[in-house]
């Protein structure tokens, strides 16, 4: 079955350049395999996959790497969700998000690239969130360096 994004409104999301299969699989629960149809509409993203149909919010979407980077106008989106749904902070699951994308890094620039994304979105995490990210950070650049190391050192 072809796994698809399609954008079913006639105008785009302002922050739906940060939809993926991947943010969608962790904010699901699932597999991103699992996942068969993802239409994007005018206020909400609906999602078809094994078992599941859901209706997400575009601000419930982590930024990501690879499109415009987030304006002021994002994060007062982020907050107005966050504020709607009574919270303090955005879903648990953007923190495993990055802790995943930082652990997949192939290079220190990539790396750096995430590092300094998640920086921008400090302020929107739990601190328990902020600090798993950290240590993933942490430990990712001591394992990319010695590599590094070790490939120079030949």
Partial sequence: MKRIIKNQSTAAHPLGRFVTRDALAFHLGIKSDNIYKINCWKY???VVGKGKSRFVSYADMPPILGVEPPKK?????WRKRIKARKQKYVPKFWAQFYV????????IQRLH???NLVKQCKSLISLEGVKKIDSALIKEKSKLE???YYSFSK
């Fill in 44 to 46: 909400v993203i609906h």
């Fill in 73 to 77: 106008s994002d994060f007062t989106k």
């Fill in 100 to 107: 995943d994308k930082i652990q997949k890094s192939n290079s």
């Fill in 113 to 115: 690239s995430w590092e």
């Fill in 146 to 148: 010695k590599v590094i």
